[in-house]
């Protein structure tokens, strides 16, 4: 009889996050699971990892039944911890999310959710990261449960494209409400940054990063609009991001 799975579960809203106990949930009914994921929110941290100070990693017991940690670093930092010092060996499946709030678009490029499920593509780990397209820290996560069981179940089966990982986005809703799973590209669209600068009690003065996100692409096989339509989005993302098509325009410039 073939030993069970192993499945690393992390996240960027921390450890006592809604959604990575949703997560988990789901990825123990597929295998052996150990979580290891930061003490506190690391939103927006990108592919960071900590190298100017050193890193904690502690017991948690949040996750009855299973082997859990908590980080004082970033979402890369986790995987990377996992993988060398906890498991001393690359899992089966890495799993992210569930994030509170969605990661369409380029907004992977800044989340701590999906730089932990790439860092399990550079490892040759396959590795998904879910989001949800809502914020509330008591947000309804069955939807995405169901998502993910599916996806997971794929993943296992032995037969997972090298060096890719999936970033998955599920729109809020119920069950019911979601109309099914789409296999998308990564929609063209950013963040119209603006500031809301203020005065502190001594006059000088500080920011607030605010602004607007604009979907610059209308075509109809984008994480956007997939997410628009009531479908779950699911963009293969690779971490390689040499752009192949503008190499034999560059060639000319050598010398």
């Not at 605010?210 to 339509?229: C, I, N, P, V």
Request: hydrophobic share 35%; aromatic share 10%; with cysteine.
């Amino acid at each position: 009889m073939s030993a069970k799975p192993l499945i690393l579960v992390t996240n960027d809203d921390g450890i006592s996050s809604k959604g990575i106990r949703s997560l988990v949930e789901v990825a123990r009914f597929f295998g052996d699971v150990l979580v290891l994921a930061p003490d506190k929110p690391q939103s927006g941290m990108g592919h960071a990892i900590t190298v100017n100070h050193p890193l904690r990693l502690d017991k948690s017991i949040l996750f009855e039944g299973l082997n859990a940690y908590t980080c004082t670093g970033t979402p890369v930092d986790c995987v990377k911890l996992a993988i060398y010092e906890v498991l001393n060996r690359k899992p089966d499946l890495l799993l992210s999310g569930i994030n509170h709030g969605e990661n369409t678009s380029t907004n992977i490029l800044y989340s701590g959710t999906m730089s932990a499920a790439v860092e399990g593509a550079m490892e040759n780990i396959p590795s998904i990261g879910f989001s949800l397209a809502d914020f509330h820290a008591d947000a309804d996560f069955r939807a995405t449960q169901l998502v993910a069981q599916e996806l997971i179940a794929n993943a296992l089966k032995g037969d997972y494209p090298e060096h890719v990982c999936l970033n998955v986005n599920v729109p809020k809703g119920t069950p019911e409400e979601l109309k099914g799973i789409k296999v998308c590209k990564q929609a063209y669209g950013f963040w119209e940054d603006r500031f809301d600068k203020r005065l502190d009690q001594f006059n000088k003065p500080y920011y607030w990063l605010t602004g607007e996100f604009t979907d610059h692409d209308k075509s109809e096989d984008s994480d956007l609009y997939a997410m628009r339509q009531g479908y779950a989005s699911v963009v293969p993302t690779q971490f390689d991001m040499t752009c192949y098509k503008t190499m034999n325009f560059f060639k000319t410039w050598e010398k």
